[in-house]
């Protein structure tokens, strides 16, 4: 039990960080994947030691206690979202929930219309809808978003025809750490008879999140940015568009019957999970539930916004005309992102090309100070084009990172700018 949100206090529950102390590794990529607690390597240690088996057809007492275990991180999952269990499918991630949304709904559609997405899109909301944009007919169109302030219900509206059947939006930029105004975008988008769809996996991870207050008709998230192991995600919809859905794969779980000829589909959420599904990720992602949980989300929420404020304030600290950063300057609408470049001084404003390569940085910042940082797009071309570079270094927060993380961060920067910068 954590009594007070102490990130050095809740480090201790991360057997990781032994080495971290050892090997002096400052830990700043948690928008690619997180650290995992022992709350949850132990719950999926102890599926695989006491309740090892396949879930839902076994009457023995193992398979029992295996379901009862799949069931109610089911349930916990849901109840952590707003959600039901019915409308709580278990994917491999959210690439894979998106990849299923895209699919399935432009089957549903019979390829009609158009699906509008924004340029700070994750790749996971591009690439899914060009694919099924290439095999079914329906277009895709992309709205230029903004690089200092959110996405708002006025810059979405100016896009919509009437030919747009779905919205397909991120609540947080992995690159700029944008927190999206999504509170009016649900409840419009339902009177215009429009499928919203929400990519969480940088906001359900990092602040309380309802799909209620949304009004999303899909969301989708990783466990493994949120302490739970890989291979485990989820996409979550509404029961009665999830019913209309036809099914993504094929095999066992997923059907009631099947005959020479047809076969008739599970009810929701089996109706999306063909085959075996991954038990103990369920597992070890309702334990990392709990452990948010315990901490509290607007705790969460409000650690790493006083990470982002004091990041921006030790920028403007260093002076350091070389340094550039990008994304809203206000902490109120900004996740714990922080992506920036060091510009050669005979550079110039010219893109592509008059900074010190992102790779250099990383390779650099690991090497002299054990911070670790990531380099390249991304996955997020579009967004990272607009800005006029190839590539960002960036840093990113989570729950057991402190102020004197973002003071190493910011040596090594300078150090790294004195080195490279002639």
């Given at each position: 039990?954590?009594?007070m ?22 830990y ?12 949850v ?10 309740s ?7 009457v ?36 894979e929930?998106?990849n ?41 169109r ?6 200092d ?12 025809t009437g030919?747009?059947?779905?919205v ?5 930029s ?38 209620n207050d949304?009004?999303?008709d899909l ?41 020479e000829?047809?076969?008739t ?21 309702s ?8 901490l509290?989300?607007d705790?969460?929420?409000?650690h ?16 350091m005309?070389s340094?550039?950063?990008y ?13 920036f ?6 550079g110039?404003d ?5 900074e ?67």
């Amino acid at each position: 039990m954590i009594n007070m949100f102490d990130p050095l206090e809740i480090r201790k529950h991360f057997p990781i960080f032994e080495r971290f102390q050892r090997d002096g590794i400052v830990y700043l990529d948690n928008a690619a994947t997180t650290q995992k607690p022992s709350e949850v390597i132990n719950a999926i240690v102890n599926y695989y030691e006491n309740s090892n088996s396949n879930v839902h057809r076994g009457v023995y007492r193992i398979g029992e206690e295996a379901t009862d275990l799949y069931n109610r991180s089911r349930e916990n999952i849901a109840r952590f979202i707003g959600g039901t269990p019915e409308g709580t499918i278990f994917v491999r991630n959210a690439t894979e929930a998106l990849n299923l949304a895209a699919s399935s709904l432009t089957r549903m559609l019979g390829g009609e219309g158009e699906v509008l997405v924004t340029r700070m899109e994750h790749h996971s909301n591009i690439v899914p809808w060009q694919i099924a944009s290439s095999v079914s007919g329906i277009r895709l169109r992309m709205m230029e978003s903004h690089t200092d302030r959110p996405l708002k219900w006025e810059d979405i509206e100016k896009d919509i025809t009437g030919k747009t059947k779905i919205v397909s939006v991120t609540h947080v930029s992995n690159l700029l750490g944008t927190i999206n105004d999504l509170r009016e975008v649900g409840k419009n988008l339902h009177d215009l008879g429009i499928i919203f769809i929400v990519d969480a996996a940088q906001s359900v991870p990092h602040m309380p999140v309802n799909v209620n207050d949304l009004e999303c008709d899909l969301l989708a998230f990783s466990g493994h940015k949120m302490l739970a192991p890989s291979g485990i995600g989820v996409l979550y919809g509404k029961p009665e568009l999830l019913d209309r859905m036809p099914p993504y794969m094929g095999g066992g779980e997923m059907i009631k019957e099947v005959f020479e000829d047809h076969f008739t589909a599970a009810d929701i959420p089996e109706k999306f999970e063909a085959g075996t599904p991954n038990i103990e990720g369920a597992i070890g992602l309702s334990a990392a539930v709990d452990f948010l949980k315990n901490l509290g989300m607007d705790n969460v929420r409000n650690h790493e916004k006083d990470l982002i404020s004091y990041t921006l304030r030790r920028e403007q600290e260093m002076n350091m005309p070389s340094l550039i950063s990008y994304g809203p300057r206000d902490p109120e609408v900004r996740g714990g992102i922080y992506a920036f470049n060091i510009r050669k001084k005979d550079g110039g404003d010219r893109p592509f090309g008059n900074e010190v390569h992102p790779h250099d940085i990383s390779h650099l910042a690991d090497r002299i100070e054990g911070v670790e940082l990531r380099s390249g797009h991304h996955c997020a071309m579009p967004q990272t084009v607009s800005l006029g570079v190839y590539a960002t270094a960036r840093a990113s927060f989570y729950i057991y990172n402190t102020r004197d993380d973002v003071d190493h961060l910011f040596d090594v920067i300078g150090k790294i700018e004195r080195r490279m910068i002639k």
